[in-house]
Structures are given as C-alpha cells and as structure tokens.
C-alpha cells in the first residue's frame, strides 16, 4: 500500500509550479494536511499504559475530512446515528445525476450548484411522496453528494436514500407503501430537470446552450437501508480514493485501480503524479459545505422524530447499538493506553527511525516509543 502523503510528498513541488496559480484555498489547505498526516512532522500525543507504565508517542492525524487516513470513526459515528433513526419500513436508493453539459458550471460555482443539486433532488421526491395515491405526506430523506464516479472523474450526483414511508401531519397518519417499486425514474428526471434549470436560472448563472432533454435519475429498492447506508458513510468523511487502492508510483506515473460499474470488474488507471493529484484535489469541497443532510421527518429538528421514536417502541425495531472508538493497545503487554498529553510539537528528537505500527482502526497509526 502507498500513503497518499508520499504522493503529495513527490509531486506536490511539481504540482505547485505548474498550477498553483489554478488551486483555491481548500485544495491548498488539503495538500497541506495531507502530507502532515501523522507523519514526524505532525504534533504528538503522549500516552502511558496502566500495566506496565510503557510511554509511547503517537502522531496526531490532520483530521481533515477528505483525508483517507483518518476519520474512520467519525464515519462509523455518522452511520450509527443514521441507523438509530431508521425506521420498518422498504428502502429506496435514487441517484440524481448532473448531465456532462453541465459539470463545467457546476465546477465554477460549486457552493451554489451543489446546493441547489441537493435540494432539487430533496424537492422533487417529496413532491411525488405527496401526490402519490398510497403515501399522501411528506417523505424523509438522506441525501450525500458525490463529486466523482469511480475513475475519480468530475461527475456530481446526489444518493437519497429514504423510506417508504410518508407522514401527514394534519391528519397525524403515517402511510407505508409496500413492494419493490416507488417512483417511476423517468418522471423524476424530468421534474428533477425542470426544478434545477429553474434553479439555475434564478441564481443568476448562465445556463449552456446545449444541456440535454433527457435526463437520468435512477431508483432501486435496498431493504432495509442498513447495507446502503454503511455504503454511503464508509467514504462520507475519508477522500475519494482508499491508499490501499494506489497501486505504485514508478518513473513519475501513479497507478491505482477501480470497479468497473457495468462490468463489475477491477480496472487499473495509470496517471503522472501531477495530473493524480490534480484529480484528487478536484473534488475537495468548498469550506464548511456538509456532504450529508437529512430532509424531512429524518431531520434532527423535525417535530416528527418524537413519532419515529414511538415506531420503535411500537414494533421493537432496535437499531444495533453504536460501535465505540477502538481502543489504543501497547506494544511491549497489549494493554490499553491512555492519553496523557496533546499536541506536543515535533522535535528533531521525534523523528527517530526506530517506530512500530500499530493499527488500533485500520488507518495505520504509528507508535514512537
């Protein structure tokens, strides 16, 4: 496996020569952290174990969210409170896709092309929850925005993953609709492109002269919406690309590989270093933009959460319990640690060769004894 922070380590000089200039502040700022990522350069945490009073030094992550080195658990955190608000009923999975027309202004103006993907998306499925004969009422939804597909080229899409289920609360009734089928795709593309052009158009921005008519939204049922979910969370808070997925760095080309979605099958994709980084740093979203919202009755204000709790008591639908941080072992008896201190700086003395790795999430931590 090669770390992200060697391949930034390697060409970011090269990158910075030849197109600083073209880099936002995010994208600067990204670089930057990842390269740092517990590596001797970072900050240190001091830790002592209870048994045998061993000191050992660990390396502080960036904690930046695009990041594929750290974050583990605040994904495993975002998956467990979504699960604890899932409620008995059919789950659906639709992906509204942005047309290739369109990725250019969706690129110059990020902030307000995403939101407006996410909420369009939001608006159009709460409207057919509305008119449909079996749900009568307002829908709840997770929405999470991509920004790549899976050679990690520029294509933004919205997964909304939602129950079957709608509430109305004048009527104070819950509807459940049953079966494998909830909306039908072609009518959601083409209220989901009526609702964004007109977006578009009242944010000010210049539409292109040759979007397409037809449009692509897709909808699939996931059961219980446990398993796409997890899907959605592992990669909420941890980049677009697993360091376990880059193959090799030779002669200045990085390889890494990727699933096929027709074929399902494991591709490989080779780049120079500086165009890899170039496509990993252009999906880096604006400063403080969520990836992940909740709609509707899912959301943390709703007043119907308090009635989705009631569900769960009603029909003993127990979501599973949440999974704590993982504990920190020792290296000399495999007991576990404690945090004495934070955010100690590097000293030259830190940077001793001799370190052992230690793996307390999977994400690769380094122990300085």
Same mark, same amino acid.
């Given at each position: 496996m090669i770390r992200l922070a060697h391949i930034v380590a390697t060409y970011a000089a090269k990158l910075l020569a030849q197109h600083g200039h073209h880099l936002l502040p995010s994208q600067q700022a990204a670089l930057t952290a990842f390269q740092?990522? &517990?590596?001797?350069?970072? =900050?240190r945490m001091q830790l002592a174990c209870d048994d045998c009073q061993t000191p050992s030094y660990l390396p502080h992550s960036c904690g930046h969210r695009h990041c594929p080195h750290c974050q583990?658990?605040?994904?495993? &955190?975002w998956i467990d409170q979504q699960l604890h608000k899932s409620i008995p009923a059919n789950y659906f999975m639709l992906?509204?896709?942005v047309p290739a027309q369109l990725r250019t202004l969706a690129w110059q103006h990020q902030r307000v092309m995403y939101d407006l993907i996410t909420r369009c998306a939001w608006e159009t499925v709460n409207t057919f929850s509305q008119n449909d004969n079996k749900l009568r009422?307002?829908?709840g939804a997770v929405t999470v925005l991509h920004t790549h597909n899976r050679r990690l080229d520029y294509h933004p899409h919205v997964h909304l993953v939602m129950p079957a289920v709608a509430f109305n609360p004048k009527q104070r009734r819950m509807r459940h609709k049953h079966g494998n089928y909830l909306f039908n795709h072609k009518a959601l593309a083409k209220v989901f492109r009526a609702k964004l052009l007109a977006g578009i158009r009242q944010a000010g921005l210049t539409l292109p002269n040759?979007? =397409?008519t037809d449009w692509v939204v897709d909808c699939k049922a996931v059961g219980t919406g446990q398993h796409a979910l997890i899907y959605l969370g592992r990669y909420l808070y941890r980049g677009v690309i697993q360091e376990k997925d880059i193959l090799s760095d030779r002669h200045g080309q990085v390889t890494f590989r990727y699933r096929n979605s027709q074929t399902k099958q494991m591709e490989t994709r080779t780049l120079s270093g500086v165009a890899f980084l170039r496509l990993i740093l252009q999906h880096i979203l604006p400063k403080g933009y969520r990836r992940a919202r909740n709609f509707g009755y899912l959301h943390p204000n709703s007043k119907l959460l308090t009635q989705l709790q009631l569900t769960h008591l009603r029909r003993r639908n127990n979501p599973p319990p949440a999974q704590p941080r993982p504990a920190i072992r020792c290296p000399c008896c495999g007991g576990v640690m404690k945090i004495v201190r934070t955010r100690i700086k590097a000293t030259p003395l830190a940077a001793n060769p001799s370190m052992s790795e230690h793996r307390p999430d999977g994400a690769g931590w380094e122990i300085m004894r």
């Open positions: 740092t990522c &517990r590596s001797q350069m970072s =900050p583990a658990h605040e994904s495993q &955190r992906t509204f896709t009422g307002s829908a040759d979007y =397409p």
